[in-house]
């Protein structure tokens, strides 16, 4: 309990003049007696708060940077109402800087018998989970001078998902997908194409697609078109060791990272294709497989939310290990990584060829802008020293993308902003050359 009311009596003993207080018990008991039996009188009229009954609705999940609402309802079966502040607990990480205050305390009023809702607005900056801490509430009574004051455990889970914000560019890449798909007069043969229909040739075509036994029923030529295949398995690995917590701009590498693999996803499951997801370090930190189509999205967006960097370097051997247990038949595997020279020398490029021997491999990376800006700095001797060691930096990052294109990898090192388009339109490129 909180007694306001001690407050209240120095307040009202230090107004008397002195020379009419007098410290006897006589004159203590007399200025006393009547602010003591105020204070007697708001405690027994405050509502008790151990009794209250308290539940929680509202978003369990939220993209991040954008908002959760939670409900709490507050229930008062006692027989006095509640004049009461509150409290909503929750991980710093739950709003933005400098707003927890405003955001996480509340002024309520529940007559007696009766119940009122209350909504906490939460704004994540972080991804993951939050759990929602005590609820602690402070019940006065109606002159204000007594407080009781009790907490609650109420649990509830908000998981905060990444934003995905390359979904901006999923239309433009549909539309190629369906040119390649055969659904517009831009059609591409491959060595992994399907046979679609039959149209007549026109000027430009490729001779190769002419289809003789049709022409010689026709009396036009008649030319093959092709679409590509369906139903190719791509397996999306997330290197999530320690190259992936280096910051590029205000988020890890990681982070850039899911945002590209989910545009990928979102592409690959709406042109038929089977996706899944490996988030390796030294071990398996997600996994998911086997989704259908329409649950792919959901899926690898739920998996990633409590993904982090773990301060590790990434076991090279177990990830290829574990990638070829994921992928048994032939597939496109593509991995989120680093193109930092010693990770890639030392620990991929020795087992790359248990890979490439199987399936065809992407690897994409995150590239720094800042490394770009450097490059190009000049007008005194620091600017000029910058760009020289961007240069050196952006050198030896081409001299790594080399090696891997040497062992017939395809790579994609683009800044966070465009990796994601980048690596959709390397998949489409892909998917036109029939290399799936």
């Not at 020379?19 to 203590?28: F, R, V």
């Not at 899944?276 to 998996?303: F, I, K």
């Not at 990830?319 to 930092?340: E, K, M």
Request: charged share 25%.
């Amino acid at each position: 309990m909180a007694l306001t009311g001690r407050a209240a009596l120095l307040a009202a003993l230090g107004t008397l003049p002195i020379g009419i207080w007098e410290p006897s018990w006589t004159g203590i008991l007399a200025v006393n007696a009547p602010i003591a039996l105020a204070c007697a009188c708001d405690a027994a009229l405050a509502a008790p708060v151990r009794r209250l009954g308290l539940t929680r609705s509202g978003d369990t999940s939220v993209r991040l940077g954008e908002t959760a609402d939670v409900t709490l309802t507050v229930t008062n079966p006692s027989g006095r109402p509640l004049r009461a502040r509150l409290r909503d607990a929750w991980p710093p990480s739950s709003w933005e800087p400098g707003t927890e205050v405003a955001a996480s305390r509340h002024r309520l009023t529940v007559p007696a018998g009766e119940r009122r809702r209350l909504t906490t607005r939460l704004r994540p900056t972080r991804r993951g989970d939050r759990r929602a801490d005590r609820i602690t509430i402070r019940s006065y009574g109606p002159l204000g001078l007594f407080a009781r004051q009790g907490s609650h455990k109420v649990p509830w889970t908000v998981r905060v998902l990444p934003p995905f914000t390359s979904r901006k560019h999923l239309p433009s890449k549909l539309a190629r997908l369906r040119e390649l798909d055969g659904r517009t007069s831009v059609l591409t043969r491959g060595e992994g194409t399907e046979f679609d229909s039959l149209r007549e040739y026109v000027p430009g075509d490729d001779t190769r697609s002419i289809d003789w036994r049709a022409t010689a029923r026709r009396t036009t030529v008649a030319v093959r078109t092709w679409r590509p295949e369906r139903d190719r398995h791509i397996l999306l690995v997330l290197d999530t060791g320690r190259t992936s917590a280096g910051r590029v701009g205000d988020a890890p590498r990681l982070d850039a990272s899911m945002d590209a693999a989910l545009l990928l996803a979102a592409l690959a499951a709406r042109a038929g294709d089977r996706v899944d997801l490996l988030a390796y370090d030294r071990r398996v930190r997600a996994l998911v497989q086997g989704r259908a189509a329409g649950e792919v999205l959901p899926s690898l967006v739920n998996a990633m939310a409590n993904l982090e960097p773990e301060l590790v370097e990434t076991d090279a051997r177990g990830l290829t290990a574990t990638a070829l247990r994921t992928a048994p038949r032939r597939s496109l595997i593509v991995l989120l990584t680093s193109l930092d020279a010693a990770p890639i020398e030392e620990g991929l490029l020795p087992v790359l060829p248990l890979l490439t021997q199987r399936h065809t491999v992407l690897v994409a990376s995150v590239a720094d802008p800042h490394i770009a800006r450097m490059a190009k700095a000049r007008g005194n001797t620091e600017a000029v020293y910058e760009a020289a060691a961007a240069a050196q930096a952006q050198t030896e990052r081409h001299r790594t993308a080399e090696q891997l294109q040497r062992h017939g990898v395809t790579v994609v090192d683009a800044t966070p902003d465009e990796l994601a388009p980048t690596l959709a339109d390397a998949y489409l490129a892909l998917k036109a050359a029939g290399r799936l």
